[in-house]
């Protein structure tokens, strides 16, 4: 009984809460800052995709911060799942392999997966997609083989390597911008050239591809932690 | 209110009842998905102005129009950042269920009392 008006409780105070949302009125114009981003946006940092213009360059510092706690997330997961090995039986014992269905689907499919991940990250800046987008797409193909090829992962070490890699790529980006443009995380430290061709818009597309790497590395990770759990 | 923006207050009371009423760790962890997406919904429908296009200039949206024909892209740039947020929270979430599982060998929360008041 108290659990279940505690719960009534909780529901309307949430009701409350977000009640003022819902009776906001529907609106006629952008706000002052989306008025300002979508006015200069592209003549500032030449991308054409101005909500790539927001996550990678505008609100840079949230992106990075995002990457930090994904990187948390990941080690948590792992952290959480880690055990020790108790003896070499679990080991050696070999899990059982899938149908060929799956496996000829899956070498069928993968390098078209890893083709449309990579042209989804290049193109963040001149239509949808970018550096998330695209490289949960590539750990989906490294899932497809994980899936048909138990047993068979990428290297541990080369997985970590990246994540380290790509994300000091990151960073190592935004000290240029602070160095040579002034600001850190500023994407103009690259010339901005012809908005909605494929190299364009400064650091942008450099900035994408080390948040695709990073994330299609962390989400393997986490897959291979999730993965290493059941067999 | 647009029709997405109550699909998305629908969703959120959806799966806030679900985490307070089911006993299944998974279940839990479903409706902090459902929320999640309810969420997501609601930041959307907050930014979109009504018959206006997508934030992306090409040959159909110049640079010039774009502050009169294009929504907020903020809102859209954060829920990209949550959606990402979302799924690396749920994943934490499974894996806390996978070792509360291996410990307890129950996922049904009325098993496992230590935290009770």
Redesign the interface.
Known sequence: MIKRSL?VL??IV??YI?YP????P??????N???A???D???DLGA????T???VSY?GL??LG?VT??FL??A??GF??FRKRKSDTADTEVPRQASEFLQTGAIFLWPYIVILGIFIIFHGH???G?G?QGGVILAMAFLLIMLAFPGKALPEGFRHAMESLSGLAYVGIAIAGLAIAGDFLNTRILPTGQ??SLISAGAIPLISVAIGIK?GA?MVT?LA??RK?EA | ??LV?ILG?VL??VG??GM??RRNLIKIIVGFSIMDTGVHL?IVS??F??GRT?????KALS?GD??SR?V???P??LV??A???GL??T??L???A??IYREKRTLNIDDISELKW
């Not at chain 1, 949302?21 to 906001?24: G, R």
């Not at chain 2, 997508?54 to 090409?58: D, E, G, Q, W």
């Open positions: 719960i909780l529901l949430t009701a977000l949302l819902a009776i906001l529907p609106q006629d114009n952008l706000g800052a989306a008025a981003i979508t006015a946006g592209v003549t054409a995709n101005l909500v213009s927001v996550i609100r949230d992106t995002e706690v994904l997330a990941t948590g997961v959480v799942l001149i239509s949808p970018g998330f908005t909605g994330v962390e986490i932690h999730l759990e | 209110m647009t923006s207050f959120i009371a806030l009842w307070l009423t609601v907050l930014g102005i009504k997508a934030p992306i200039i090409n640079a774009a502050p294009a907020d892209p903020i859209s740039a990209l950042t959606i990402v947020i690396a929270v994943a934490l499974l894996s806390f996978v070792r």
